[in-house]
């Protein structure tokens, strides 16, 4: 069974440490989910 971090967790702990570019359009869902999505 897959544990989902929490949201918290993720914009303290994972999210600082991504590159964003500047120059890319922005993602419609929140980076949050996204990443939710990819660990689960």
Do not use: R, T, W
């Amino acid at each position: 069974m897959y544990q989902v971090l929490s949201k918290d967790m993720i914009e303290l702990e994972i999210l600082p440490y991504l590159p964003i570019g500047k120059q890319e359009p922005k993602p419609k869902a929140p980076l949050v989910e996204l990443l939710n999505c990819i660990l689960y």
